[in-house]
């Protein structure tokens, strides 16, 4: 990999940790507004969306993959753990889901369990970042110095070097269109499915062409929390907008209450 240029704005710092990855360092949310906002930082036709996570520690592994437990476990044992998660949440799905309820695909199935909390092979994005900072910070316990919002390209299957692979060694982005999930329009969600449930930082590595982002770590200290939430309050994005249901107005009722007592209640 060539020596590519650091770059660096207010409160912020860009730098290249392979061809197509980048750490960005902020030291404040501010510094993550800013980077938002920086011309050169992401270019937004690539088409880049954004998770959140509320420790630097965690892995962009799914929750079925985590379940299992295992980096060892051969794939067919996998594939039957998947199959057989599948099967039962279908099973314990009859009745449950009103009259004549439409037929599902196997990832529109994934992407209802896992609205549910049903282990899955998927994982969480949003096109909105504020919305992926959201969830970042909305932790009870914020464990490590810093929060992540990750950012994907959308484009990262064009590259050369992906296109020549077969289309299942792919990464799938997945937009269902289910009304049993309301949530996902407000929070302008989709989800993300690698080949095997390998980690995406992993899957990432096969890119050896320097190009744009394709995968990015953006570092946010969690000590910004309250300031953080309160500045994404003012922008509407909160329990309130993201959770169109009763669990949402509750935890935004918390939230207010908590808030006038200068203390912040979060954690969903």
Same mark, same amino acid.
């Given at each position: 990999?060539k ?23 902020? *030291?404040s ?5 800013d980077?938002?906002?920086?011309d050169r ?10 998770r959140?996570?509320?420790s630097q ?9 985590? !379940? ?8 067919e044992?996998y ?7 599948? =099967?039962a949440?279908k ?8 009259? =004549? ?7 529109e199935?994934?992407?209802?369990? *896992? ?5 899955t ?8 970042p ?8 909305n ?7 810093? #929060?992540?919002i990750?950012?994907? =390209?959308?484009? #990262? ?7 020549k ?5 792919? #990464? ?7 009304d049993?999930n309301?949530?996902?329009?407000? *929070? ?12 995406l ?7 050896s ?5 394709d995968? !990015? ?15 994404l309050?003012?922008?509407n994005?909160n329990?309130?907008?993201?959770f ?5 107005? !509750?935890k ?8 006038k ?8």
């Amino acid at each position: 990999m060539k020596k590519r240029k650091t770059e660096s704005g207010t409160d912020w710092e860009l730098e290249w940790t392979g061809p197509t990855t980048v750490d960005i360092k902020c *030291q404040s949310w501010n510094g993550f507004i800013d980077f938002l906002h920086h011309d050169r930082a992401l270019k937004q036709k690539q088409g880049y969306i954004f998770r959140g996570h509320a420790s630097q520690e965690w892995a962009l592994v799914p929750t079925l993959k985590r !379940a299992l437990n295992s980096d060892k476990t051969p794939w067919e044992d996998y594939k039957k753990e998947e199959e057989k998660t599948l =099967n039962a949440f279908k099973k314990y799905c009859l009745g449950r889901r009103g009259h =004549n309820p439409p037929q599902l695909g196997e990832n529109e199935w994934w992407a209802l369990g *896992q609205h549910f909390g049903l282990n899955t092979p998927l994982l969480d994005w949003s096109e909105s970042p504020y919305v992926a900072a959201f969830f970042a910070f909305n932790s009870s316990e914020l464990k490590s110095d810093n #929060v992540v919002i990750w950012v994907l =390209n959308k484009g #990262v299957n064009k590259k050369p070097c992906i296109e020549k692979l077969k289309e299942e060694r792919h #990464v799938e982005f997945l937009t269902p269109y289910l009304d049993e999930n309301s949530r996902l329009i407000n *929070q302008r969600g989709l989800f993300v499915r690698t080949p095997e449930m390998v980690c995406l930082t992993e899957w990432i590595k096969q890119i050896s062409e320097d190009g744009v982002i394709d995968l !990015a770590r953006v570092l946010i200290p969690s000590s910004e929390q309250q300031f953080a939430l309160d500045s994404l309050d003012k922008m509407n994005i909160n329990e309130l907008t993201l959770f169109p249901d009763l669990l949402g107005a !509750a935890k935004y009722a918390n939230y207010v209450t908590n808030r006038k007592k200068g203390k912040t209640e979060t954690g969903i």
